[in-house]
């Protein structure tokens, strides 16, 4: 296959590069390195260090002897997506390529504006230009558990069936997110399920649940060729920190009663999801919908697993964010199951792993990143964080 990976310079992106490389397919990652100006902006920089995208490529081609090719421009400029595809001739697209956190999206107008147009405007600039160029291409769309919030029923895959005053229909299951970011993620899904029903165009709709890990088997071949893993409050997802601050040997910083709950995955699964919906396309038309995830936990499991590997201390922070203390949480999550996925779960053998990792790193750690400043709600109500 010829595989355009969008977003391929990020945490996920970059190893699912390399494991379409590995794998013999022909490759071309897209980034306008955004995420390393959200470092600069943010303060703050990955647990394990990251080489340049053009280091990283040019060591790949040295240890394998595979080219990645490159195309640096932004997803919300249509002529450079337009020309890419193009140039590239695809015949399938990872779209990884957005503003991706939750808290960067609360932050004020200004994040939450940005956020909004960088992912909705790259995602329909996106779909305009398979529209123009090859409609035959298979999108494959990262989305988010998100876009379904925590409703107090079963989460299905994608669709609900509804019988109302007599008369009943497979609709998309209703979506209640919570945060602009997570929003974002609905927008991109309406847009995109109206041009498969429109133009016929083919996606399928990745929902994915909160990613651990920081190593694949091809990002553990060169320092060089590693992937990101953040730690910070903004970035940072639950358990990659709570793994960082037991390392550094800072309380876990657990929000509320850590009640919430959440389907992850590990990153090593990311890859084997995708190359799952790669290698079974959706057919012309189709607008699909998986949800990516392999177990749920409430955030107060994830934080006693850690603590116990590891001796650290729980602390139960204020909740920044406006989200449910304790909820109902059944999703469903069989259709990558049905296609050949084997999970990797979250043994303690991997709680150790990582742990590892973060120990070898610590030293980086800066703690002032680790504690979280945005809040949900604007400014002129008094923040649970004041700005230090
Ligand atoms: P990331 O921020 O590390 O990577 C995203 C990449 O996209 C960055 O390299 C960034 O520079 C690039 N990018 C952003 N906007 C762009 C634009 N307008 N033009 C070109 N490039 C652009 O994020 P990630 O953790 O690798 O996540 C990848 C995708 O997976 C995102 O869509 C995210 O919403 C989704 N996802 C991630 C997780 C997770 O836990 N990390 C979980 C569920 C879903
Ligand atoms: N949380 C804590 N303490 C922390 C960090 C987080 O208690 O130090 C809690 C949060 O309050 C939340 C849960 O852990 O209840 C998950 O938070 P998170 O930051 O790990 O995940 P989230 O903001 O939901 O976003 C991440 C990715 C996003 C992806 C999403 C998948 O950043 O790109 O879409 O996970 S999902 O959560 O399924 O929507």
């Not at 140039?87 to 697209?93: A, L, Q």
Request: charged share 20%; hydrophobic share 40%.
């Amino acid at each position: 296959m010829r595989i355009l990976v969008l977003g391929g310079d990020g945490y996920l992106g970059w190893p699912t590069a390399l494991h379409f490389a590995a794998a013999g397919h022909d490759v071309a990652v897209v980034d306008n390195l955004l995420r390393r100006r959200y470092d600069a902006e943010l303060g703050v920089a990955s647990l394990v260090p990251i080489s340049p995208l053009p280091i990283r490529v040019g060591r790949w081609r040295d240890v394998t002897g595979s080219t990645i090719d490159t195309f640096i421009g932004d997803l919300t400029d249509p002529d450079f997506i337009t020309t890419t595809l193009r140039r590239f001739e695809p015949d399938t697209i990872i779209h990884l390529g957005e503003q991706r956190s939750a808290p960067y999206s609360m932050i004020d107008r200004a994040h939450a504006v940005h956020t909004q147009i960088n992912n909705v405007t790259g995602t329909l600039n996106l779909l305009w230009a398979i529209a123009e160029v090859d409609e035959s291409i298979h999108l494959i769309k990262l989305g988010t558990m998100g876009e379904y919030g925590t409703p107090d029923i079963d989460i299905e895959e994608g669709w609900l069936t509804v019988t109302h005053r007599g008369r009943t229909d497979t609709l998309p299951f209703p979506k209640q997110p919570g945060s602009f970011y997570h929003l974002s993620k609905v927008h991109d899904s309406h847009n995109i399920m109206f041009c498969c029903r429109a133009w016929g165009l083919r996606a399928t709709d990745l929902n994915q649940g909160v990613v651990y890990g920081s190593a694949t088997p091809q990002t553990r071949l060169d320092p060089l060729l590693a992937t990101r893993f953040d730690y910070d409050a903004v970035f940072g997802t639950v358990l990659n920190r709570f793994i960082v601050q037991a390392a550094a040997g800072h309380p876990l910083t657990v929000y509320g009663s850590g009640g919430q709950t959440r389907g992850l995955l590990n990153i090593t699964d990311t890859m084997a999801c995708l190359q799952l919906a790669a290698e079974h396309p959706a057919v012309p038309g189709e607008f699909r919908v998986f949800n990516q995830f392999t177990e749920s936990f409430t955030v107060l499991d994830l934080a006693e697993r850690v603590a116990r590997r590891s001796g650290a201390v729980l602390d139960h922070l204020p909740n920044p964010r406006v989200e449910l203390e304790h909820h109902h949480y059944h999703a469903a999550n069989t259709k990558l199951l049905d296609l050949g996925l084997r999970p990797h779960l979250l043994t303690d053998t991997v709680i150790e792993e990582l742990l590892a990792i973060a120990v070898e790193h610590r030293e980086r750690v800066d703690l002032d990143a680790v504690w979280p400043k945005a809040t949900w709600r604007p400014q002129r109500l008094p923040a649970i964080y004041p700005a230090p």
